[in-house]
């Protein structure tokens, strides 16, 4: 390799002070020759994943479970002879520990070092590492909870875009599951958020989304400090308390998420007599309900997941729980996030399948465009639509002495605006 | 009405959680004047530990809550004084701080990774701290609650505000009622004078963090059943405890905790009332760091060493000078070439894009070397200016603007908001600049960058790669390229800036502000500067980081990740450019080592917050160490030699204090101590021999030599700068000899600290009033005189103070200053009694008074030493009289043969020819 010499001689030329302008004439040189085949990770018995989730961070979520689900799911396939005579070699997963700049990180290392084909599950709130797989085409599935992702070419969640930009439709379930639970959409609505523009965001989606249901929307309140819960949550429901006419509202809607922040202003709620129905996102979580404040707090509340919950006795279901036993452990707790891992990796089975014996990323991605594919596990999904607009479905859990109640099975329901 | 009741009330229980943690953030600043910005994560820590105790262990609350609280927190308390806080009291501001918020990095992370290692290793199965973990209170579960007319407070609340209140109470109780306490407030009022009066200041500070870390626990205890086990939430706990110090001036506990109170109140009242703020997203969030930048602003003029020529964190030698510039130059031109030859022969993509990434981060740090290295300014809101330029560069690619325009604008808006930040910092110094920036890098936080159109709301700004035409930062050996090339361009702006006419007023004012202001350096004008230049480097940082990263999101680089940085860059070394490029490497390469051996996010956190605290013993960073060793061996052989030369030469002058046969021809000195009676006891009370002291590298005294007699006076004159002063703190033992003895009673005690010789019996009135300003006279007093039987016999021998026994000393005048801080001796006359000019600015009818007082000690037998700078009062009093010139007494005889010429000579220096 003639070109090595040249290369290496003007390097010690421009080391000893021959400037920037031969630095870059010389980087010039080797632009060309970078990009892969589409075939890494990929041999005829294996094909190479690995994910990255967020184990740990600073305030305390973790979403380190979806590792257990993808890996419970990749061991049924494998033992069932993987997909066109190859099986997955799963690595495990990253963690992002929720900062941007360790998800690039870990996607840099999962594709340009561990040579991964695709990288299942991503269930990464702040994950920072979408425009570099992208970039590479590097396919990824997952739990799509951030806007900025949908619509990339390689990303792919297992329902759909959860966030869709202004303009698109966004999901009816959760007003039409509450409406049906409660008998009718004619009640009074409460929507409240915290002080951030995501949130914002979020809450304005919930709201036109109730309202469209037929809801009445009588307050939508982002005014919760966002960094911590308020140290006392007495003004903040005071406001709920008088929303409806001077009375509480039917329900309130809380798009906060997580305990310390739903926890208290429920405790709160209750404390100023709050009698209505409260829903959320994010209670389905069995960790909660190790806390016996939380408990109370949370009893009666109706937590929404966009997953047929683990209290179903469907078969799609019970498999997945002997799937998850038997990686995980007889005494296996379960909670949401091994089922979004679970399906985030079905889902990319699935999609290996349509994709054939010829695997490389580009086949991988011309088989994803009108890819559809239903679950009742999961509802339904189908690309490209699903890329910028959420599927649809969810389910109703109800919180109930310290246990959780199937109280909605999931279904799916037409978006609407 | 009932609302508003409601509101203040339930607001008054929070407040009182901010006051007890502001309480011990002001006494542990004000005691050993560390500004503890990781007194958040030591209530974290007790938190975290009472909710392993109680719902890991099963522990009831009530053994548990205490334990906490009551034992963890004083621990914790000692072992940070041990480890780190005792030497930080001597050490740099920069280093102060910075060390501090390594802790707040490292020790929430050292919790957590104590569980992970307590779980993993040994199979406990202990709680991790999830978000659904919620972590319990004090009080019963669960929680109980009552309504009063309309207002409802639960069993938490009420327990909260009890302990508080009991809290509080007990500390006042501490502070006001106790020798503890009251050597506390002496140490925090006087440093100084307080070692003179047998205060340990080290014991003192020792005790000071030990209860500030238990009102942290009380504090962290108490609020987590409302936060939750989230080290974020302390971090804002934090912010809000220090508005309430900061509205106490960092000195007053009880101005401290009523702002503390009134925080909470006012926080609820926004809440409640502030619709108005609906439509700003943020602004209510802040709430506390505006009124914490408000307050800042108001408040806290930096009023320290104003008028002192001491520079605060005066720059290290450069220990390389004596190499020569080629060697210097060598590490960092070889390097960079065998990066490049490595690069484009066998390295691969994954480690030449960690090299990239290791690159930006050190372009990013080449911004603390301009604003910290060479400012001596700590500024936390770097992350704030490098996502603001990303952000605005974003937007304007998004307005069709090409990109070279986009950049400068970006740059541009980093450079205004750096002005911004500049502006407090030209009132304020040190920790208090320090609080302000990270007000207002939380504040672009929380409210700035939430404007939708600003940061694309949670989407961000796509970044294209910037094209070069014939290649593009895709390609990462572009990048890295790129990098070394800016870097290099930084790095000689850098140092064209140390060594231009900027460079030195720079370092002008930042060795000693006022000088520099008197010789006609804009203080203003520099600090703008290095915080411009700053921002626009690390604006410059945060746009290549979007455009690296293909996006750029207002989350990407949240404030606290300017914490790792600080942390980072300075223990590597932030005065020089090569300490940032280590610093990027170190960020890009430990995690991928560390990843080897572990999958824990904590032990990487732990590392880089443990990095901030080595600081305490390395305050110049790793780059200068090996080479500061060094120094020091030339230095300590250096002072050695310097030592013996003296003691060489001053074989005479040990004879000098004795009548002076080789000087005066007349001169035989009433000394009690007879020149052939070495074999009795020597009836000397204090004695200095070839006493050699200094200050750092000066040295003040060159072998000074002087006995004391027990019921003798001596008169210790000279001219402006001889060395009194230095003589009288030598023997005192606020100043450590370098060589020489100083003997109390025959006994050597030159390795005695100060408070324990006080203990001995030697009593300095230091120059000036030596009395404690901020404390009653009662106070003053029973420092030194704990029982009241011997306070009563001082008011009878002072009747004036008597009446005043409950004022401030600080309020008293000049003469009954005097009468206070002599007050103590009257009663327990000590051993010996060394005063420092203790007729400066009195009338001369209280001078007279003051001359009595120390006729009649020496009619107790009292040894006095009595420095003045004007002879003619002393001389009426003295038997003996010494002449100081140059760091040496030149003379010394009995009163008698002082006359006129004598007195002339010695002031012109004529004596020193005569020897």
Same mark, same amino acid.
Request: proline content about 5%; overall charge neutral.
């Given at each position: ?12 030329k421009?080391?000893a ?19 892969g085949?589409g075939s890494?990770?990929?041999?005829d ?16 979520y ?23 005579g190859?099986?997955v ?10 900062t941007?700049a ?13 040579d ?18 992208d970039?590479?085409k ?7 909870t ?12 297992f329902?759909?875009?959860?966030t ?8 009816s ?20 958020? !915290? ?6 965001i ?17 307050g ?7 960094a911590?819960?308020p ?25 906060m ?7 208290g202003f ?17 209670? #389905? ?14 009893e ?6 966009q ?9 799609e ?8 036993r ?35 990323r ?10 559809? #594919? ?25 919180i ?18 | 009405?009932?609302?508003l009741?409601?509101y ?5 229980v929070?407040g009182?959680?901010?006051? /007890? ?18 007194h958040?994560?030591?209530g ?9 105790l109680t ?19 004083p ?8 480890t ?8 740099g ?16 992370a050292l ?17 991790g ?10 009080g ?30 007990a /500390?006042?109780?501490?502070m ?23 205060v ?6 020792a005790?000071?963090?030990m209860?500030?870390? !238990? ?13 939750g086990l ?11 405890s ?6 106490g ?36 969030t ?22 002192? &020529? ?6 290290p030698?450069? #220990? ?24 484009f022969?066998?390295?691969? !993509?994954y480690w030449?894009?960690?090299? &990239? ?13 301009v ?12 992350? %704030? ?15 069709? =603007? ?14 205004v908001?750096?002005?911004v930040v500049?502006?407090?910092?030209l ?15 939380l ?9 939708d159109g ?5 989407l961000?700004?796509q ?14 050996? !572009?990048?890295?390229v ?17 060594r231009?006419? &900027?460079?030195?007023a720079?370092?002008?004012?930042r ?5 520099a202001?008197v010789?006609?350096?804009?203080a203003?004008?520099?600090?703008i500067?290095?915080?411009v ?6 604006g ?19 404030a ?12 590597q ?21 560390l ?32 080479a ?15 030592a ?17 046969k ?13 020149a ?14 070839g ?20 019921g003798?006076?001596v ?9 009194k002063?230095?003589t ?46 901020g ?16 306070? %009563?016999e001082?008011?009878?021998? =002072? ?7 409950t004022?401030?000393a600080?309020a ?11 007050a103590?001796?009257?009663?327990r ?8 000019e203790? &007729? ?7 001078v ?8 009649? =000690?020496r009619?107790?037998g ?12 002393v ?16 003379w010394?005889? %009995? ?7 004598? =007195?002339?000579?010695?002031?012109l ?7």
């Amino acid at each position: 390799m003639p070109s090595f010499r040249l290369r290496s001689g003007m390097f010690f030329k421009s080391a000893a002070g021959i400037g920037l302008a031969a630095l870059l004439a010389a980087c010039a040189t080797e632009t060309a020759s970078s990009g892969g085949s589409g075939s890494q990770g990929v041999t005829d018995k294996t094909v190479k994943v690995a994910g990255i989730v967020t184990e740990t961070s600073a305030i305390g979520y973790s979403s380190a479970e979806a590792e257990l689900g993808a890996r419970a799911r990749f061991e049924r396939a494998n033992a069932e002879g993987g997909v066109h005579g190859r099986t997955v070699e799963f690595l495990g997963a990253e963690d992002d520990a929720m900062t941007s700049a360790t998800g690039v990180t870990a996607a840099r290392r999962l594709v340009d070092k561990e040579d991964v084909f695709a990288v299942v599950p991503v269930s990464a709130p702040a994950f920072g590492g979408a425009e570099y797989l992208d970039q590479q085409k590097v396919p990824w599935f997952g739990w799509m909870t951030n806007p900025a992702w949908c619509g990339l070419s390689t990303a792919f969640g297992f329902n759909g875009c959860l966030t869709p930009q202004r303009g698109e439709k966004i999901p009816s379930w959760w007003a039409a599951q509450l409406g049906a639970e409660l008998g009718g959409t004619d009640g009074s609505v409460w929507v409240q958020s !915290t002080d951030t523009s995501s949130s914002k965001i979020g809450a304005e989606m919930i709201s036109r989304s109730f309202e469209a249901s037929g809801f009445e929307l009588v307050g939508l309140s982002s005014s919760v400090p966002a960094a911590a819960p308020p140290q006392d949550w007495l003004p903040y429901v005071n406001k709920v308390m008088e929303s409806d006419g001077g009375g509480p509202p039917d329900v309130v809607v809380s798009v906060m998420s997580g305990t310390k922040h739903n926890g208290g202003f429920y405790t709160a709620l209750k404390k100023a007599g709050y009698k209505g129905a409260i829903t959320d996102a994010t209670s #389905y979580d069995p960790k909660v309900m190790a806390d016996p404040q939380s408990v109370a707090a949370l009893e009666g509340v109706y937590a929404a997941p966009q997953l047929e919950p683990f209290e179903s006795d469907i078969p799609e279901i019970v498999q997945m729980k002997a799937d998850l036993r038997k990686a995980g452990g007889g005494d296996l707790v379960f909670s949401q996030h091994m089922a979004t891992g679970y399906w985030a990796a079905d889902v990319f089975l699935k999609m290996l399948e349509k994709t054939g014996k010829d695997l490389t990323r580009e086949n991988f991605l011309r088989a994803a465009d009108g890819f559809s #594919y239903e679950n009742p596990g999961f509802g339904r999904v189908a690309y490209p639509q699903n890329k910028t607009q959420p599927t649809g479905c969810g389910a109703l859990v109800r919180i109930k002495g310290g246990g959780f109640e199937l109280a909605r099975h999931l279904e799916c329901f037409d978006n609407v605006g | 009405m009932t609302e508003l009741i409601g509101y203040i009330l339930s607001g008054l229980v929070t407040g009182a959680v901010f006051a /007890l943690m502001g309480s011990g953030l002001t006494l542990t600043y004000a005691t050993t004047g560390v500004f503890n910005f990781a007194h958040g994560a030591v209530g974290f820590v007790a938190a975290l530990l009472f909710f392993e105790l109680t719902v890991g262990a099963g522990w009831p609350t009530w053994i548990a809550g205490p334990v906490a609280v009551a034992v963890a927190g004083p621990l914790l308390g000692y072992l940070l004084h041990l480890t780190m806080f005792r030497r930080l009291s001597s050490a740099g501001e920069t280093a102060q701080i910075v060390a501090t918020i390594g802790l707040t990095i490292a020790l929430p992370a050292l919790g957590l990774g104590a569980i992970d290692l307590l779980n993993g290793v040994f199979g406990l199965s202990l709680p991790g701290v999830t978000e659904g973990g919620a972590a319990r209170g004090l009080g019963p579960r669960p929680v109980e609650t009552w309504e009063f007319a309309g207002i409802t407070l639960d069993s938490d609340q009420l327990i909260a505000f009890t302990v508080a209140a009991l809290t509080a109470a007990a /500390l006042w109780a501490l502070m006001r009622r106790t020798p503890l306490g009251l050597r506390m407030r002496a140490a925090v009022d006087r440093r100084t004078l307080a070692e003179l009066r047998g205060v340990d200041v080290d014991r003192a500070s020792a005790q000071a963090w030990m209860l500030g870390s !238990t009102l942290a626990a009380v504090a962290g205890v108490l609020i987590v059943p409302v936060v939750g086990l989230d080290s974020a939430a302390f971090l804002v706990l934090l912010f809000t405890s220090a508005t309430a110090a900061v509205f106490g001036r960092l000195a007053s506990i009880p101005v401290t905790f009523a702002a503390g109170l009134a925080l909470g109140v006012l926080q609820n009242l926004v809440a409640g009332y502030g619709d108005f703020a609906q439509d700003v997203t943020g602004i209510r969030t802040a709430v506390p760091v505006l009124l914490l930048f408000a307050g800042l602003l108001v408040l806290n003029r930096s009023r320290d060493r104003v008028a002192g &020529s001491i520079a605060e964190d005066p720059p290290p030698p450069d #220990y390389l000078a004596d190499l020569p510039r080629w060697r210097r130059a060598l590490p960092w031109g070889v390097s960079p070439a065998v990066l490049l030859v490595w690069m484009f022969t066998i390295g691969d !993509t994954y480690w030449i894009g960690v090299v &990239s990434q290791g690159l930006l981060f050190a372009l990013i740090f080449c911004s603390f070397v301009v604003v910290t290295g060479i400012g001596g300014m700590v500024n936390l809101a770097q992350a %704030a200016f490098a996502t603001l330029a990303a952000l605005t560069v974003g937007l304007a690619l998004s307005k069709g =603007l090409p990109f070279g325009l986009a950049l400068v604008l970006g740059i541009a808006a980093a450079a205004v908001a750096g002005v911004v930040v500049a502006l407090p910092a030209l009132r304020l110094g040190g920790k208090v600049l320090t609080l302000a920036t990270l007000a207002l890098a939380l504040l672009a936080d929380q409210v700035l960058f939430q404007i939708d159109g600003f940061g694309n709301g949670t989407l961000g700004w796509q970044m294209p790669a910037i094209s070069l035409g014939f290649a593009d930062t895709n390609d990462p050996r !572009t990048r890295v390229v790129l990098l070394l090339a800016l870097i290099a361009l930084v790095g000689l702006l850098i140092r064209n800036l140390e060594r231009s006419a &900027s460079g030195r007023a720079i370092l002008a004012v930042r060795s000693a502000p006022s000088a520099a202001q008197v010789i006609g350096i804009s203080a203003t004008r520099t600090k703008i500067t290095l915080f411009v230049m700053s921002a626009a480097i690390a604006g410059l940082g945060g746009v290549l980081f979007g455009v690296f990263n293909g996006l750029i999101t207002t989350t990407d680089l949240p404030a606290a990740t300017g914490f790792v940085w600080l942390a980072v860059v300075v223990v590597q070394g932030v005065r020089r450019v090569g300490g940032a490029v280590l610093g990027g490497m170190f960020m890009v390469f430990v995690p991928e080592v560390l990843h080897l051996f572990t999958d824990s996010q904590h032990v990487g956190s732990i590392l880089f917050g443990l990095g901030g605290i080595a600081l305490a013993m390395h305050p110049d960073g790793v780059l200068s160490q090996a080479a500061e060793q060094r120094y020091r061996r030339r230095r300590e052989r250096e002072q050695r030699e310097l030592a013996q030369a003296a003691a060489a030469q001053d074989v005479a002058p040990l004879d000098l204090a004795r009548p002076s046969k080789t000087e005066g021809p007349s001169a035989t000195v009433r000394e009690p101590s007879p020149a052939t009676g070495e074999e009795r006891a020597p009836v000397e009370a204090l004695r200095l021999e070839g006493a050699v002291a200094g200050y750092g590298d000066t040295t003040v005294l060159r072998g000074v030599d002087l006995v004391v007699a027990p019921g003798q006076v001596v008169a210790l004159l000279g001219a402006n700068g001889a060395g009194k002063s230095t003589t009288c703190l030598a023997a005192a033992g606020i100043v450590p000899l370098t060589t020489g003895r100083v003997r109390l009673d025959g006994a050597d005690v030159t390795a005695l600290p100060a408070h324990r010789r006080a203990g001995a019996g030697v009593f300095l009135a230091p120059e000036g009033r030596g009395v404690f300003p901020g404390l009653t006279v009662e106070e003053n007093l029973a420092l030194r005189l704990p029982d009241a039987a011997s306070r %009563a016999e001082a008011y009878d021998r =002072l009747p004036a103070l008597a009446d005043r026994r409950t004022i401030a000393a600080g309020a008293l005048s000049g003469g009954e200053q005097q009468m206070l801080a002599l007050a103590p001796a009257l009663v327990r006359p000590p051993r010996v009694l060394i005063a420092d000019e203790p &007729s400066l600015g009195l009338a001369p009818r209280v001078v007279d008074q003051v001359f009595e007082l120390f006729d009649e =000690l020496r009619s107790g037998g009292a040894a006095l030493l009595v420095v003045e700078e004007k002879a003619t009062g002393v001389l009426a009093l003295a038997d003996t009289v010494a002449f100081m010139r140059l760091g040496r007494v030149v003379w010394s005889g %009995a009163r008698a043969e002082v006359d006129d010429d004598l =007195l002339t000579s010695a002031y012109l220096g004529a004596l020193e020819g005569a020897r």
